[in-house]
């Protein structure tokens, strides 16, 4: 996908943010509750390359600080090997600030964490760079299944936030309009928006 767009194939900057959604009905839990979005139910953790694309998701529950989840996020990239041996560096709003976090990153990941400070002023700001996770966020958003977390497990969710991304990265890579969909895109989109009862 980088390598169609003219992009090293490994990445040396990233993006990292987070997303409060409530649980839906079936899951049949008590969620906890994000303080700072006023959201129970569970939080996702994404971490994003430059383009938007999804590089590592995981999800916890909502009640777990931006801080605590960004750790987490190292072991998907781990467990690719060294698809990413050139991040160098990663942004992230003032929830990733701190001098702990700071060390853990440059010791785990062995990059440099920054953190992108908003704007001053009332109102809506446009934040450096902070745009691309927040599109990448508001294309999860757009498929049905993701607008809420109705899965038993986490990991069940990340797995769906994986499988939205597929529809994207196949209309980049042929260049389709959003009127014309391959065989492939077509099932994905389906599997995608088919009633939970069929699973």
């Known amino acids: 996908m980088r390598l169609s767009r003219k992009r090293q194939q490994s990445p040396w900057v990233a993006i990292a943010d987070t997303q409060s959604v409530p649980l839906g009905c079936l899951t049949h839990r008590a969620g906890d509750v994000d303080g700072g979005k006023r959201v129970k139910g569970r939080k996702r953790y994404l971490l994003v390359e430059i383009m938007g694309l999804l590089l590592a998701v995981v999800v916890t529950a909502a009640k777990i600080s931006d801080q605590q989840g960004l750790p987490p996020l190292w072991r998907p990239l781990q467990f690719q090997g ?64 993701l607008s809420q977390d109705d899965e038993k497990i986490p990991p069940a969710s990340e797995t769906f936030i994986y499988l939205a991304m597929i529809p994207l990265m196949l209309k980049r890579l042929a260049g389709t309009s959003k009127n014309d969909h391959s065989p492939v895109l077509l099932q994905v989109n389906q599997f995608l928006e088919a009633p939970l009862t069929n699973y």
């Open 82 to 145: 060294g698809w990413f041996h050139r991040l160098g560096l990663i942004w992230g709003d003032r929830g990733y600030g701190g001098h702990m976090l700071f060390e853990w990153v440059l010791e785990h990941f062995h990059c440099m964490l920054e953190v992108l400070e908003h704007p001053r002023g009332h109102g809506f700001r446009w934040v450096f760079r902070r745009w691309v996770v927040e599109r990448t966020l508001a294309w999860i958003s757009r498929c049905r299944r």
